[in-house]
Nanobody
């Protein structure tokens, strides 16, 4: 059974930093692309960052230069380092993996940035 457990969210002032973690189980973690999405109230869930099995990364334009995704295959964990946070980064952040045609999601962790 695939499980994704996020942690690390919280309340931070604009300009501050947070690091999110997502611990995965039930998959051969090192072979999968791992994704971070976010969803603000009343908005759709959008891709924030992606890391491939070879370590290459993609970012949404809105977070380029501020966020960094990384993975630790020994710990089956993917991270999202968020720096220079802005009010508009406020959202629930979700970890995601797609195994075949099936998407799996964590429960989400709330990030709130005060202006």
């Amino acid at each position: 059974q695939v499980q994704l457990v996020e942690s690390g969210g919280g309340l931070v002032q604009a300009g501050g930093s947070l690091r999110l973690s997502c611990a995965a189980s039930g998959i051969t973690f090192k072979i999968y692309t791992m994704n971070w999405y976010r969803q603000a109230p009343g908005k759709q869930r959008d891709l924030v960052a992606r890391i491939f099995s070879n370590g290459s990364t993609n970012y949404a334009d809105s977070v380029k230069g501020r966020f960094a995704i990384s993975r630790d295959n020994a710990r089956n964990t993917v991270y999202l380092q968020m720096n220079s946070l802005k009010y508009e980064d406020t959202a629930a952040y979700y970890c995601n993996v797609n195994r075949g045609a099936s998407p799996y999601w964590g429960q989400g962790t709330q990030v709130t940035v005060s202006s």
